[in-house]
């Protein structure tokens, strides 16, 4: 069916309000202001329940699209609860579809890559039939579905997805693998087994980018699409990505050694390419070994820009709020809700590097990302960044380039060739800090010693000096934000650079103990004159920076009371 036009959206429907797509959904149509939506979770809606559901549908508000993210996928469970599975994947759709019919809606709805048989060695296409031939009852109920939404000829778009997963959410193979591979030292998996591992976030994302390009284009052709990662993996393979554990072993095993109620397809690879070519849309690189670390201290007002272009890309998110009591908390309820981002807040300040520590510990992935607040990084950065770190795994830090001009973070282009990928450095900003946590679990994180200031300065050296590498990487793109707080008041001035000339001497004393003599030579006359030229604020940050010189060298740190304590207040996710 296609129907011709200029068709504006303006309401859309979402059921399976607390699944994985549609969690994602629900985020990225909060953050535009195009369409207005309503979602509904399964207790609202029961699709096993059909004769509520027929009536509860005839009281829907007026839309344009209905987006259904409902489905029975306990796979083994449907073989023994055959009429409930039936119920919610395949006669609830048919309401559904015909429903959508009689009110001119168009409905989009994903399948499962389990409608195919398994037979063969390449990706199926949308119009492979022949394989057409779903080995469990999960999948014959999802291939009912499908058929039924053809039968009925409403105006539909079918998008067949292939083991989803969300980093942050419980109920996927990729948590599950985690989890297990936390109490045990070895795990047998499935090595002969092929799919296409799909992040939610891509899923959702892709989908709402169709809708916008469908409205522009004003014309709506119903069809089959694949929607997966363009990369197929064993279950084995998958798993090898998934645990960076130590001293860890992975078995490859065959599916006939691991027995399950239903039969899998051995191959279950979806072909991507037609999708590409209608919508050009491409899944690549979904599984991000990466978790992101903010530390804030007084920045809920920026927060929010440095989280824009990383939001629910793959990446588990971890804030931690230094004892700001700047209701970032408020910030994060308004602007992020079901962003599964993890809030540590803290009673009191204990420091960028201590705080960074904090999180660290609680990392599962292979590598850390440290981003600040105030900084905006390019959308594919990070996933440049990782490309990076495994191809050379003596790398311990990486940096991207820090540009003045935001503009130039949208000329970033992940798959334009530069002739030198990272460029060998020194010193790692900790603005935007990409770490190897392999390597660091071993050498050990941020001196505790440290409360602020030049805390780059000591990890970077660390990684040096145990032999490991930091580079900076040339395809990648950072922007610090204007959006800093007020000018300081002068006890403020002279306590924030008090700390950076005691952090500055605490790094650089065990072996460069001339550069500190080197530079109390010169703030001395630098204080004298400014002093009797009367510039306050010069003279305030020169006296500062001599005193926590002095004050390092003579053995007293610079920590308050309350800085020593590491309390934390609350932990909350935001699902």
Not at 155 to 170: G, M, Q
Not at 392 to 410: G, R, Y
Request: some cysteine; aromatic content about 12%.
């Amino acid at each position: 069916m296609v129907i011709q036009g200029n068709f504006k959206m303006k309401h859309i429907i979402i059921f399976g309000k607390n699944g994985q797509v549609a969690t994602e959904l629900r985020l990225i149509l909060e953050r535009q202001k195009k369409f207005s939506f309503n979602y509904y979770a399964s207790t609202e809606f029961n699709f096993a329940d059909l004769k509520s559901l027929k009536h509860k549908l005839k009281n829907l508000p007026k839309a344009d699209y209905i987006i259904n993210a409902t489905a029975y996928n306990e796979v083994d469970k449907a073989e023994e609860e055959r009429e409930k599975a039936n119920n919610i994947n395949h006669l609830a759709v048919k309401l559904l579809a015909e429903y959508c019919l009689e009110n001119k809606i168009r409905l989009i709805h994903y399948s499962t890559n389990y409608v195919f048989d398994g037979e063969g060695d390449k990706a199926y296409k949308e119009t492979n039939s022949k394989n057409l031939k779903p080995l469990s009852y999960y999948g014959q109920t999802k291939l009912l579905g499908e058929q039924a939404i053809e039968k009925t000829k409403c105006a539909y778009l079918i998008f067949r997805v292939a083991t989803v997963f969300n980093l942050n959410k419980e109920n996927n193979f990729v948590a599950k693998i985690r989890k297990l591979a936390e109490n045990n030292k070895e795990l047998k998996i499935v090595n002969d087994q092929i799919t296409n591992p799909t992040n939610s976030y891509d899923i959702a994302f892709n989908t709402f980018k169709i809708l916008e390009k469908l409205e522009e284009r004003g014309k709506f052709k119903s069809a089959i699409y694949h929607l997966a990662n363009k990369n197929s993996y064993s279950y084995y393979e998958l798993s090898k990505k998934i645990i960076s554990k130590d001293n860890f072993t992975l078995i490859p095993i065959a599916s006939v050694e691991f027995k399950t109620k239903a039969a899998r397809p051995l191959n279950g690879a979806l072909d991507s390419s037609k999708i590409k070519k209608d919508f050009a849309i491409e899944i690549d690189d979904n599984y991000k070994q990466v978790t992101i670390i903010i530390v804030t201290y007084k920045s809920s007002h920026i927060v929010i820009n440095a989280l824009q272009n990383i939001i629910k890309q793959g990446y588990r998110i971890i804030i931690v709020d230094n004892g700001s009591k700047d209701n970032i908390e408020d910030v994060l309820d308004a602007n992020f809700k079901s962003s599964n981002i993890e809030l540590i807040k803290l009673q009191y300040n204990i420091g960028f590097g201590r705080a960074n520590n904090l999180a660290l510990e609680r990392v599962k992935t292979k590598y850390a990302f440290l981003l600040n607040p105030d900084a905006i990084i390019m959308p594919h950065s990070i996933d440049l960044m990782l490309e990076i770190a495994e191809q050379n795994q003596n790398i311990a830090l990486l940096n991207p380039i820090f540009v003045k001009d935001i503009s130039l973070l949208h000329y970033g282009n992940k798959n334009k060739k530069i002739e030198k990928a990272y460029t060998k450095a020194e010193f790692i900003s900790g603005g935007a800090m990409f770490m190897n946590m392999n390597i660091f679990r071993d050498i050990g994180f941020f001196d505790m010693n440290i409360f602020l200031y030049h805390e780059d300065s000591q990890i970077s050296s660390l990684a040096l000096k145990n032999g490991f590498e930091n580079y900076i990487s040339n395809n990648s793109l950072c922007y610090h934000v204007e959006g800093k707080s007020s000018e300081p008041s002068i006890k403020v001035l002279f306590k924030r650079h008090y700390q950076r000339g005691w952090s500055y001497s605490y790094v650089e004393k065990s072996d460069k103990i001339f550069l500190i003599i080197l530079k109390l030579l010169y703030l001395i006359p630098s204080i004298m004159i400014h002093c009797i030229l009367l510039h306050k604020r010069i003279f305030i940050v020169k006296l500062s920076l001599f005193s926590g010189i002095i004050t390092n060298l003579l053995g007293i740190d610079c920590f308050s009371r309350e800085a020593k304590i590491t309390k934390i207040e609350k932990i909350r996710r935001f699902h």
